[in-house]
Each structure stands twice: as structure tokens, then as C-alpha cells.
């Protein structure tokens, strides 16, 4: 019972018993093509690394025309709502209470000042108890003093003491978050629906005491491990599928890459998420365990540890190399680099090879767990 | 014709949690060809672990197993059918895994169609199936390919007398084309119809020969002693006789003792009464090789008062799911004191009845009275009085058995002080003394059903239910069970069981036998063995006779 042996009329018994399986227990179905879209619409949606709208108090204690002018430069854009506050004492208590997440003063003396070199004519407070939107906040606030101060030297013909920076942002022209979140989150999630799919087949016939029947008869590891890899691959590429259309139509992402590479990427994905459940199944022959395994060992590092939303070059050297075990990593910079920037073969190539790597210790691992007898 | 299956010296040792354990120490034998060779022996004697290494599924540490060229198949204890799916796709499924091809599998599967009788059920789920159809169905998916050899590991367990009795049939014609059929069982009218015996004891075969030449051991061991009729003065009787010197095991029968004594131990006497020798039979011999450290159990005072008369009442007892009428019309009284028995194959009604008189499902119509208490308005007062063992272990295995036992206090509202003296009281009257502290998941089976059975009393119930107390348990665990339960009852105790297991039957005063939710007989085993078996072949042909009778008068 050793070697790689296939028997044709076996394999194709044991896929068929699998798939009818499924079909009576559309569970699997389910969670391959129902949960991404769920899961899509809930966080793609929900989930923004843009500050849009935020209340601002705007203090005015200058009569200076030029305070007006600014203003209507701060209602102009989407990202500060302002609201026009009597005094400081006012603004600090809105703050306080989180009516506002930022303050805008125009001193007394804006005016003077606006003609002064090295001067600070406003005063910008943010609330920092979210650092990133707060760091955001303060940066758009200083966009629009930059682009507003720019504005009225064109106007005035004079020289002002900025620099005019012409910046362009390349692969998401709009920085739009949706942009680069939605293909990390297709990877996230495929993680965690591969790990779940099959963390549950092998441990079931343990469970059931149908696998010391099966191990019986002349059924081999490999048709074994094929039966139960083959069907769920399927159902694994129809939630990537699902997915990927759902990124193009509803999130109306561009995609700059070719559909052979994304195909032969996620095939690369989907053997190492399901291998890594079938590892956990195998290991455990306990379907609880396996599915708790399966869900704490995809779910956080996915999200923490994959570049889905923090980024990895900003992380502690230490972690980073941690990084390098978490298979979304991979998948979600092919994913990112697909969509957006196209088959750029230096970035997609590595990866690949690092998902093919992982597969193949996984699914190693596994059949070496796999035994053909009680012991 | 083969050689059968040869193994000798056989040894396995597994190394655990709690330390090294021998399960089979060094077995030899043969299962011969054209012969039923029966595997017998108490729970954890070393059966499944034996037969796993005849069948390739575990290496033995030392040893040696001689196969025949032909196919060794084995049909697992749970045997894995699918059961989402049909009996047919079961069968398609160990035919592709055997490589059967598609002109041997039409022969097969006609044949194993007849055989089995699964025929008209081939597009039925398996999970749809009853305990013995199942069976069935695991035997045909194990004889896709006609084996040499046949391990078959307790295939009775859970199948009611009527599929047990088809399926040792089919058994049987297989035996009959020259197979080697091994069949492990904890039941002894099963061994003893097998052509040669095992007989496995903590892990060495302590007997391998013929069936008869084992009975012939305990020759002049087996008394046979007239009881008068009534049931609280038999089962006192049963205890003197138990307590003679000489006795290792007495057994009500209908309006007889029967009793097994030490060899060359007098006759034993009891007042007025006079024992005659009889002829013993392979279950005497078994307890008396196995010699159980035998002394009655002493009477607990377990029940407070609850006056005489009727404990439980039924009438009409009726409980629907959706369409399907799972209990109808049920009527029957249990008096104090009484042990009465719901008999009936799997799927029955037994377990809804059950569940209702727990008072863990309402019924859909008809009125229960249990202790007092009418159960359309007082469902929680009848559950505190009544104690409740289910047919699994239900006990956390990690915890100590004095643990589970305080545990148990806790969930009936024992005060501290309460508790404390009812465990302790448990543990003195149920010997659980040597075992207070092991974890009582690594326990025999027989101590954690006294365990699980002290636990069930603690709360001093008036009635206690026993959901298939002693299925798939040996002669000697069953026997002490019951001595157990015998003594309770004297005590008051009113006792309901239900059982698909005939032998667990004879131990009750009154038996309602149960079949497509309907009450087909009812009686003392004696009055239903007078009625419907009028060969004298005892209770099993009673109950198949009832039921093959209501078949034909109740065609589906």
C-alpha cells in the first residue's frame, strides 16, 4: 500500500462518493462560494483605510478676509465636514465629547502672519486615540493649507515660501483604499474557507469509524489524498472565481494582470490552504480540533501578518521574518501586484515559488501522517 | 479448500497516558476454514485489538500471522457506512475500491441483494436504516469480494433478536462455502453455537477448543432450584442462595433460580427448597472460569417513602413527529417495587417512551403519571423524583470517580453536607472504594456502570430509568449489574428499563413489548413465554413470534 499508485476505477469511486457527500451536505457549497461573497460585501464595504467626512471645528478669531476664503477651501473637500465653532472652550469640548475629530484655529493675527516668512498662522490639534485616521486627518488638513496657500500665490502672482510638490500616486491613482484592500482580503478570505474545507474530511471518517473500513480495502494514500483534495480544489477555485468576479463588478476593480496567471497563482493558493487543513485533519482525527486549528491558524495571521492591511515593511524585523510562514503574505502581494499593476513576473515569480514551496511541505507532511493502518 | 488463518504468539502493547498496557499477550491459534470460530471474552479482554492485527490494520510487537493466498476481510465493530448515503451508493462505492468490475458487480450485488434482503431498501439512506439493516449492509460492503477468511468484530451488538438471528443465518451460508469465519461476541448463546471457541481474558486465551468440551468443565456445577412465584420473595431468595457457601452465580430464570457453584461444592439448599442438578450450559462455564468475586450486594435505604400502589400510570401515551406516529396509544402501570421492562427492536418507540416519561419531550396526546406527578403540568417535579442511566457512559472521563460522583450530587441539588454523606454512602454500598480516585474514563466498563449507576441514586429517586443498561456487556459484568438492581428493587426501588436484549429482559417482572410504537404483548416473561411460545424455546422465540405475527397481520 506504499508508492503513488493510482487505480483509475478507485480514485474515481472514492471522488464519487465524496461528491455526493457534498451535494447531500451542502455545507461545503456553503462555505466555498456563499461565506466569500458575505464576507466580501461585509468588509469590502465596511472596512475603509480612507478618513472621508470627518467633523472638524473651525475656530475663527480673525476678521481677516482671507479666513473666509480658507474655509470655503475645507468645505470644498470630502474629507473634513467643517463646523464653525463660537470660541476654543466650545471646540475643546466638542473634541472632548467626539462631536469633532479635529480643530482648526485662525488666530487673531492670521492675517499678519500669512505674510510672514517661518510663521505658523494656524493651529491644527487632532484627536489621536485613532493614530491612523488622526495622522491621516492631520495630513489632509495640511494638504488643503498647502494646495489653498498655492492657490492664492497663483492668484496674487507672488512667490510663497512652499514648495510645490507635484505628487502622483501610481497604481491607485484615486488612492483608493478599496483598491488595494479587496484583493488582500480575497486572499484572506480564501485562506481561511481552504483551511475550513478541508479541515473537516479526514477527521469526519475518523469520527465515524468509516476510515477502519476504508482502510480495508485496497485503497492507496494517494488516492485517498487525491479523493479528498481534488474535490474540495474545485469548490476552493469557485469561491476564488466568486470572488474575483464580485472585486471587478461591485468594487469595480481594474485588472491589469492575465487570467492565466491569476488562475495558476490561486491554484498554487488553494493546494497549500487545503493542505494545510488536510495536515490539521490528518494530525488530529478530530473534526473539532482540526476546524479550531484550521481557524486560529489562518484567521489572525491572515489578517495581522499578511500585508492585507498593515504593511510588512513597517514591522519589527523579528516579525517580518515571522511573516515569511504565513502563506496569505504571498498571495496577497500576487494578488495586489495582479490587479493593479499587472503580470509583473520579478514580484508574481518569487511568490509563487514560495506558495509552490509551502504546498509541497504541507501536503508532504500530511502523507507521511497518513497511515494505512490503526497504529 | 484453505488453510484458514494461522497466528501465534501474538503480542501488542500500547503505551499511553497512564503507562505501558498489554492488550494481548501472547495468543495463538487457528481459524479454520468452513467453521464459525466465536471470540469470547469480558470488555477489554483484547478482541478488537486481536482481530485489528489479524486484519493488517495494527503490527503486533511479537508474533507471527499465517495468511491464506485468498482475501482476509473484516467487518469493524462501528462498521463506517456512509450514511449519507444510500444502501445502493454504500455498495458502488466497496465494489470501485475492491476493483470489482462492472460484470462481476451485477453478479455480486444480485447475489448480496438476496442474500442481505436489501433489495427493495437499495435507494434508502443508510442512516435511514434500523441497527440490524445496517449490519447487513456492513456485512455486504465487507463481501464485495468473496474473502477465505472473515473477521467479524461483535456484529451482534445493538441488533435486535430478529436481525441477530437473520444475521447469524447469513453467517452461516457463508460458512457453508468452505470461509473462515471469525466472530467476536460478548453474548454466550452465540458462542455456544459456534463450531470452536475463544476465550480471551485480559489479554491470554484462557480456553480454545470445541464449545462442548468448555461446557463439560463446569459438569456438575449448575443447580436448578423451583421458586415460588412471587416477585419480592424470589428475588430474596436469590440473595440467600447467593450468599450460600460454594455459590459463584445465581440467576432468576422464570420461577427458577439457576445456580453455578465451585466444583465439588455441595449441593446447595435453602429452607423448603430443593436444587436439582442440570446440564450446564456454555455461560455457567464462562462464570465459572472467570469466578467474579461474588458476594450480594447489600441493600442501600435508597428511596424515601412514597407510599405503595401505582408509580407510574400511562394511558394512551401517544407521540408524533410530523407525520409519523413514533408511540401509539400507549397504556400500561408500573406498581412500586416492580421491574418493568419495554422490550422491542431498534426504532421501535422504546427511547421516546422513555424520553417522555423523563419528561424530556411532551407528549403529543394521552396522560403520564410518574411518581405522583402528572406530566402535562409537572415535569420538573417528576424528573427530581426519578434517577436516570443512560445507555452511553455519560460520565467525564478525566475526572475521579469520586469526582463525577460529587458532580452528580451537585446537579440534584444536594446540599454539601448531603452530598458528602451520600458519596460516601455510594462508595461504601457500590465497592467503588479502590477506585475513588482513578480517572473513570480509564476504568472497566463494569465499574464505570456502577459508578454511573451509584450517581443515577444519589438523589434518593423513587424510579429509576435504565436506558439498555447491560448491552454489549459479558455474562459476569450483567450478572453483578443485576444482583445490584435486584437489591434496590427490594428495597423499594421501582425500576424501568428498556432493552432490545432478551437476556436483560428476563430480569424483569413485567415486560410491555414494544414494536412500531405499539404494544404488541404484555405480562411477566413466564405468562409471554406461555402465550406465544408454544415450542418451550424461551423468550427470544416468544419475542420473534410476537413480532413476525404483528407483521403478518400488519403488512407496511
Request: net charge neutral.
Amino acid at each position: 500500500m506504499t508508492g503513488p499508485t493510482v487505480n483509475m476505477q478507485r480514485l474515481r469511486g472514492f471522488l464519487r462518493k465524496e461528491w455526493l457527500q457534498i451535494i447531500r451536505d451542502p455545507s461545503s457549497i456553503v462555505v466555498a462560494v456563499i461565506l466569500p461573497m458575505v464576507m466580501l460585501v461585509l468588509f469590502g464595504f465596511g472596512v475603509s483605510l480612507d478618513a472621508k467626512n470627518q467633523p472638524a471645528a473651525i475656530v475663527i478669531e480673525t476678521a481677516a478676509p482671507e479666513a473666509q476664503d480658507f474655509l470655503a477651501s475645507l468645505r470644498a473637500t470630502p474629507y473634513v465636514t467643517p463646523t464653525i465653532a463660537p470660541d476654543r472652550q466650545t471646540a475643546i469640548a466638542w473634541m472632548r465629547t467626539g462631536k469633532v475629530r479635529a480643530i482648526v484655529v485662525l488666530p487673531e493675527d492670521f492675517g499678519a502672519q500669512l505674510h510672514r516668512a517661518n510663521a505658523a498662522p494656524i493651529q491644527v490639534l487632532v484627536n489621536g486615540t485613532d493614530s491612523n485616521t488622526a495622522r491621516l486627518l492631520a495630513g489632509y488638513i495640511q494638504g488643503i493649507w498647502a494646495t489653498w496657500l498655492q492657490g492664492k500665490a497663483q492668484a496674487e502672482r507672488t512667490q510663497v515660501q512652499t514648495i510645490a510638490v507635484q505628487s502622483r500616486i501610481w497604481f491607485n491613482e484615486a488612492v483608493d483604499s478599496h483598491r488595494s484592500i479587496i484583493p488582500g482580503l480575497i486572499a484572506v478570505i480564501m485562506t481561511l474557507i481552504g483551511a475550513l474545507l478541508t479541515a473537516l474530511v479526514i477527521a469526519r471518517e475518523w469520527e465515524r469509524g468509516t476510515m477502519e473500513a476504508l482502510l480495508t480495502t485496497p485503497l492507496t494514500k494517494t488516492e485517498l489524498l487525491l479523493g479528498k483534495l481534488l474535490p474540495y480544489f474545485a469548490l476552493g477555485m469557485g469561491g476564488m472565481v466568486v470572488s474575483t468576479v464580485f472585486a471587478l463588478t461591485v468594487f469595480g476593480l481594474p485588472f491589469a494582470g492575465s487570467v492565466w496567471v491569476l488562475l495558476l497563482a490561486s491554484s498554487l493558493f488553494m493546494l497549500v490552504v487545503l493542505g494545510f487543513g488536510l495536515m490539521a485533519s490528518t494530525i488530529t482525527r478530530n473534526q473539532f480540533s482540526a476546524s479550531i486549528l484550521a481557524l486560529t491558524a489562518t484567521m489572525l495571521p491572515g489578517m495581522l501578518l499578511s500585508g492585507f492591511i498593515f504593511d510588512i515593511r513597517s514591522m519589527n524585523p523579528v516579525v517580518q521574518v515571522i511573516t515569511h510562514i504565513v502563506p496569505a503574505r504571498y498571495f496577497v502581494e500576487i494578488l495586489k501586484t495582479l490587479f493593479l499593476a499587472g503580470d509583473i513576473w520579478p514580484v508574481i515569480l518569487p511568490n509563487m515559488g514560495a506558495l509552490a514551496l509551502m504546498a509541497t511541505i504541507l501536503l508532504t507532511i500530511t502523507a507521511r501522517k497518513t497511515t494505512r493502518s490503526l497504529e | 479448500m484453505s488453510a484458514g488463518l494461522t497466528f501465534e504468539g501474538l503480542r501488542k502493547t500500547f503505551t499511553g497516558e497512564a503507562g505501558t498496557v498489554t492488550a494481548v499477550d501472547g495468543v495463538s491459534g487457528v481459524i479454520a476454514p468452513g467453521k464459525i470460530t466465536g471470540l469470547v471474552g469480558p470488555d477489554a479482554a483484547g478482541k478488537t485489538t486481536l482481530i485489528r492485527m489479524l486484519a493488517g490494520l495494527l503490527v503486533p510487537n511479537a508474533g507471527t500471522i499465517t495468511k491464506p493466498p485468498g482475501h482476509v476481510s473484516y467487518m469493524p465493530q462501528k462498521f463506517g457506512l456512509y450514511e449519507d448515503l444510500t444502501v445502493e451508493q454504500n455498495l458502488v462505492l466497496y465494489a470501485d475500491l475492491h476493483g470489482l468490475d462492472q460484470k462481476a458487480r451485477k453478479e455480486t450485488f444480485a447475489k448480496l441483494h438476496g442474500f442481505t434482503g436489501l433489495a427493495p431498501f437499495t435507494d434508502r439512506l443508510a442512516g435511514k436504516l434500523s441497527g440490524g439493516m445496517k449490519q447487513k449492509l456492513g456485512l455486504a460492503c465487507t463481501l464485495v469480494v468473496t474473502p477465505e477468511v472473515l473477521l467479524l468484530d461483535e456484529p451482534s451488538v445493538g441488533v435486535d433478536p430478529v436481525s441477530r438471528r437473520e444475521l447469524w443465518a447469513m453467517v452461516q451460508q457463508l460458512q457453508n462455502t468452505g470461509i473462515a469465519v471469525l466472530w467476536s461476541t460478548a453474548y454466550l448463546d452465540e458462542a455456544e453455537r459456534c463450531d470452536h471457541v475463544m476465550l480471551l481474558h485480559e489479554g491470554t486465551m484462557l480456553f480454545d477448543g470445541a464449545p462442548k468440551d468448555f461446557t463439560a468443565r463446569s459438569e456438575g456445577q449448575t443447580w436448578r432450584m423451583a421458586l415460588p412465584a412471587k416477585a419480592a420473595e424470589k428475588r430474596e431468595l436469590q440473595r440467600a442462595a447467593a450468599a450460600l457457601p460454594g455459590v459463584i452465580d445465581s440467576q432468576i430464570q422464570g420461577r427458577a433460580l439457576r445456580l453455578v457453584v465451585e466444583k465439588d461444592a455441595p449441593a446447595p439448599t435453602l429452607p423448603g427448597l430443593t436444587a436439582e442438578q442440570i446440564p450446564p450450559r456454555l455461560e455457567d462455564a464462562y462464570l465459572a472460569m472467570l469466578h467474579p468475586p461474588h458476594k450480594p450486594p447489600p441493600i442501600v435505604e435508597h428511596t424515601e417513602e412514597v407510599g405503595s400502589g401505582e408509580l407510574i400510570r400511562v394511558h394512551d401515551l401517544t407521540r408524533k413527529f410530523g407525520a409519523f406516529t413514533a408511540v401509539d396509544h400507549l397504556s400500561f402501570e408500573v406498581q412500586r417495587g416492580e421491574i418493568f421492562g419495554l422490550l422491542g427492536p431498534n426504532g421501535a418507540g422504546k427511547s421516546t417512551t422513555f424520553k417522555m416519561l423523563c419528561g424530556l419531550i411532551p407528549a403529543s396526546s394521552g396522560e403520564a403519571h410518574v411518581a405522583g406527578f402528572d406530566l402535562r403540568v409537572a415535569r420538573a417535579d417528576a424528573r427530581g423524583r426519578l434517577g436516570y442511566m443512560a445507555q452511553k457512559f455519560a460520565y467525564v472521563g478525566y475526572l475521579s470517580v469520586e469526582q463525577n460522583m460529587r458532580f452528580a450530587a451537585g446537579v440534584y441539588g444536594l446540599s454539601k453536607k448531603e452530598a458528602n454523606e451520600r458519596v460516601e454512602e455510594a462508595i461504601d454500598a457500590f465497592g467503588l472504594a479502590p477506585y475513588r480516585s482513578s480517572a473513570c474514563g480509564l476504568l472497566p466498563l463494569g465499574i464505570k456502570q456502577r459508578m454511573a449507576l451509584a450517581c443515577a441514586i444519589l438523589h434518593r429517586p423513587a424510579i429509576l430509568f435504565l436506558d439498555e443498561p447491560t448491552s454489549g456487556v459479558d455474562p459476569v459484568t450483567r450478572h453483578e449489574f443485576w444482583a445490584r438492581i435486584n437489591a434496590m428493587a427490594d428495597a423499594g426501588m421501582t425500576v424501568l428499563v428498556t432493552s432490545h436484549f432478551i437476556d436483560e429482559a428476563e430480569y424483569c417482572d413485567r415486560l410491555a413489548i414494544i414494536y412500531r410504537g405499539k404494544m404488541i404483548g404484555l405480562g411477566s416473561p413466564e405468562e409471554i413465554k406461555a402465550q406465544h411460545d408454544k415450542g418451550g424455546a424461551g423468550l427470544e422465540a416468544a419475542f420473534i413470534s410476537l413480532v413476525e405475527n404483528y407483521d403478518r397481520e400488519h403488512p407496511q
